[in-house]
């Protein structure tokens, strides 16, 4: 089964230091990966996303993501967090048997402090 | 461009009442999308359009959710009668090859 998972529910970070927001991910052959940002009453915003090539993708607002297969992870990095970045946060998959729908993890809020 | 257009943005009804929810996508974006999103959660998928022929609606509650897609362009959601459980955001998102999927705004409907 496919699935996404993002352990944490919430991370706090200060403005200013490096933030990670991690997801793992469980799927049979080459996974299509994304991250999208949700603000409040807004819609998803695309950040990034993974189909093939370089491990480490570069997406909009400074952010970036890290592909490992081995640990089948895809974890949202940022080297310097602003406080608005603040908002919830989903990793998702795209589902290998079905093009386009896209199966999503739970989300995970971030919240930087000045 | 403009973004996928969603209305309206909220709605509050009573339960056993009707309610329907209307998206406009990105203009030449075939596919369409409705997800529901729970609170807390992310979104999970309801129905899938190529054109106007809704090729996955396996997660929609058939007994008394419906879609449409007329001509291929916009597309109505309609719940008859809605219940408790039925309160969520439902959004809407088409998608072109190169990023994926667009989302809109989405419409919160709470049931009381």
């Known amino acids: 089964a496919q699935s996404v998972a993002q352990p944490e529910d919430q991370v706090n970070v200060a403005e200013g230091n490096p933030l990670t927001v991690k997801c793992t991910y469980s799927v049979s052959g080459n996974p299509y990966l994304f991250w999208y940002v949700q603000y409040p009453n807004r819609g998803l915003q695309f950040l990034l996303k993974y189909i093939t090539g370089d491990n480490l993708v570069k997406g909009s607002y400074g952010f970036e993501a890290e592909f490992n297969k081995s640990q089948t992870s895809f974890h949202l990095k940022k080297p310097s967090a602003l406080v608005s970045d603040s908002a919830l946060y989903f990793c998702a998959l795209r589902d290998v048997s079905n093009t386009g729908k896209l199966i999503f993890g739970q989300g995970t809020t971030l919240q930087v402090k000045p | 461009e403009a973004g996928v257009v969603q209305s309206p943005r909220y709605k509050i009804i009573e339960k056993k009442q009707p309610v329907a929810f209307w998206c406009n996508p990105i203009s030449g974006h075939n596919t369409l999308y409705w997800y529901r999103q729970n609170l807390g959660q992310g979104p999970e998928l309801l129905i899938r359009y190529e054109n106007e022929e809704a090729v996955d609606d396996s997660q929609l509650p058939k007994d008394r959710f419906s879609a449409e897609r007329l001509k291929g362009v916009d597309s109505t959601l309609k719940i008859q009668p809605a219940e408790l459980g039925d309160s969520a955001v439902y959004l809407c998102?088409?998608?072109?090859?190169?990023?994926?999927?667009?989302f809109g705004p989405g419409t919160r409907l709470t049931v009381l």
């Open positions: 998102a088409s998608s072109d090859l190169e990023r994926g999927q667009y």
